[in-house]
């Protein structure tokens, strides 16, 4: 096996999503293979024979698709390597599905606890639906009838057994629980997709936003004289730079001296605070900030992890948040120093020493978690969407 192949295979056997689509595609070509067995076809009854091997190959075609998704782009990692996760899901459902319709009276009954509990996670309480399985399973007249049967047979003595006949389903009744599988794992692949989508913006974001930074670290360092925040302090007078302290000496105003006169030491002093603060910036200012910042977003993010839950999904958002806040806090620390020497923020326009430029980056860098929190937030609501109804009741018609 070549080095490729065999790192191939390593990256595969990683991914425990892959496992586990792979085992329940197995599952279920055993339990279509069990359910085609227990429920041959009626010559007897007009069409079925044909329905029947038209459910059958539909089951097998999803199969043979499923599987080849599962193995799709495997050897690509994390988030990117389950990028067919999701249409691999959809064969599952699809395979789920065609099993109800081709499966027995036994096969649907034995399924009714999955069938509720999919409905109560991924439907609205409100939907008609979900609203037609609580009647259904209010009335309990299969439930209830199988019931009575294993009970009479089981008081009976060992020595006679009592074969117990499966309740029969009418095909309205079938039709309507199938119905209700379908709605679900539709629902439910609506909210993965949403949840896949809003992770994949986060991720190309990311890509951006680190662009952004290295792109404006360059720049910063090829023009620096420009970019870089200093402030002045007016006693004594100097310039405060991140690399850099100068103290620069004016000269003394002359009270005497013209209008002219003044506007040409003005001049004269401004040239002067301009050559200082040029020879007191580096093209490593920007670059220096951008790092400070970035620590204080890793810092100040590594808070909201108490708060982040696991996945039943291969998309979990808090990995992508943790990352996104690295460049923005690289980005704010910058952006906010020279709000700060642009005079924006009043009282405080003048930082004494360069440790103060600092802490103020730290600070910066920091405050990305102020407006990133609504960012969380809204991956959890996302997060929490994948099966949210679970806790709901239904909304049953009034009876009279």
Same mark, same amino acid.
């Given at each position: 096996?070549? =080095?490729?192949?065999?790192?191939?295979?390593?990256?595969?056997?990683?991914?425990?999503?892959?496992?586990?689509?792979?085992?329940?595609?197995?599952?279920?070509?055993?339990?279509?293979?069990?359910?085609?067995?227990?429920?041959?076809?009626?010559?007897?009854?007009?069409?079925?024979?044909?329905?029947?091997?038209?459910?059958?190959?539909?089951?097998?075609?999803?199969?043979?698709?499923?599987?080849?998704?599962?193995?799709?782009?495997?050897?690509?990692?994390?988030?990117? $390597?389950?990028?067919?996760?999701?249409?691999?899901?959809?064969?599952?459902?699809?395979?789920?599905?065609?099993?109800?319709?081709?499966?027995?009276?036994?096969?649907?009954?034995?399924?009714?606890?999955?069938?509720?509990?999919?409905?109560?996670?991924?439907?609205?309480?409100?939907?008609?639906?979900?609203?037609?399985?609580?009647?259904?399973?209010?009335?309990?007249?299969?439930?209830?009838?199988? $019931?009575?049967?294993?009970?009479?047979?089981?008081?009976?003595?060992?020595?006679?057994?009592?074969?117990?006949?499966?309740?029969?389903?009418?095909?309205?009744?079938?039709?309507?629980?199938?119905?209700?599988?379908?709605?679900?794992?539709?629902?439910?692949?609506?909210?993965?997709?949403?949840?896949?989508?809003?992770?994949?913006?986060?991720?190309?974001?990311?890509?951006?936003?680190?662009?952004?930074?290295?792109?404006?670290?360059?720049?910063?360092?090829?023009?620096?004289?420009?970019?870089?925040?200093?402030?002045?302090?007016?006693?004594?007078?100097?310039?405060?730079?991140?690399?850099?302290? =100068?103290?620069?000496?004016?000269?003394?105003? +002359?009270?005497?001296? =013209?209008?002219?006169?003044?506007?040409?030491?003005?001049?004269?002093?401004?040239?002067?605070?301009?050559?200082?603060? +040029?020879?007191?910036?580096?093209?490593?200012?920007?670059?220096?900030?951008?790092?400070?910042?970035?620590?204080?977003?890793?810092?100040?993010?590594?808070?909201?992890?108490?708060?982040?839950?696991?996945?039943?999904?291969?998309?979990?958002?808090?990995?992508?948040?943790?990352?996104?806040?690295?460049?923005?806090?690289?980005? =704010?620390?910058?952006?906010?120093?020279?709000?700060?020497?642009?005079?924006?923020?009043?009282?405080?326009?003048?930082?004494?020493?360069?440790?103060?430029?600092?802490?103020?980056?730290?600070?910066?860098?920091?405050?990305?978690?102020?407006?990133?929190?609504?960012?969380?937030?809204?991956?959890?609501?996302?997060?929490?969407?994948?099966?949210?109804?679970?806790?709901?009741?239904?909304?049953?018609?009034?009876?009279?």
């Amino acid at each position: 096996m070549s =080095t490729l192949g065999a790192w191939n295979t390593k990256m595969r056997r990683r991914n425990r999503w892959v496992q586990q689509m792979n085992s329940r595609f197995d599952q279920l070509q055993v339990i279509a293979t069990e359910v085609k067995e227990g429920n041959p076809a009626d010559i007897t009854v007009p069409g079925q024979q044909v329905a029947f091997s038209g459910l059958d190959k539909g089951i097998e075609k999803h199969l043979v698709k499923g599987r080849a998704l599962s193995g799709d782009r495997r050897w690509l990692p994390g988030a990117a $390597g389950n990028i067919a996760a999701g249409p691999a899901l959809e064969r599952m459902h699809a395979i789920e599905d065609l099993l109800l319709r081709r499966g027995n009276d036994a096969y649907m009954i034995g399924h009714l606890p999955t069938i509720h509990a999919s409905a109560r996670a991924h439907l609205a309480a409100n939907d008609p639906l979900r609203i037609r399985l609580e009647k259904i399973l209010q009335d309990r007249s299969v439930i209830t009838q199988a $019931g009575n049967l294993a009970a009479a047979a089981a008081a009976l003595p060992d020595l006679v057994p009592v074969p117990v006949p499966v309740p029969a389903l009418d095909d309205e009744t079938r039709s309507n629980l199938v119905s209700v599988s379908e709605a679900a794992h539709r629902a439910y692949q609506v909210e993965y997709a949403k949840l896949r989508n809003f992770v994949r913006i986060i991720w190309t974001s990311i890509g951006i936003l680190v662009m952004l930074t290295v792109a404006l670290g360059f720049v910063g360092s090829q023009f620096h004289t420009v970019l870089s925040p200093c402030f002045v302090d007016t006693e004594p007078t100097k310039v405060i730079c991140l690399s850099l302290e =100068t103290t620069v000496v004016l000269p003394a105003d +002359n009270p005497e001296a =013209t209008a002219a006169e003044k506007v040409d030491s003005e001049k004269q002093n401004a040239a002067v605070m301009t050559e200082a603060k +040029n020879s007191s910036t580096s093209n490593h200012d920007i670059f220096l900030i951008e790092f400070i910042g970035l620590v204080a977003a890793a810092i100040s993010g590594a808070s909201s992890l108490r708060r982040v839950s696991g996945s039943s999904t291969p998309y979990n958002p808090a990995i992508a948040l943790a990352f996104i806040k690295l460049p923005i806090g690289a980005l =704010t620390a910058v952006l906010g120093l020279m709000l700060l020497s642009g005079g924006i923020i009043p009282g405080l326009t003048a930082l004494d020493t360069s440790g103060q430029i600092l802490a103020w980056a730290i600070i910066f860098g920091a405050s990305q978690q102020l407006f990133m929190g609504l960012v969380d937030q809204k991956a959890k609501t996302v997060l929490d969407n994948v099966g949210s109804n679970e806790a709901t009741d239904s909304v049953r018609p009034a009876t009279a």
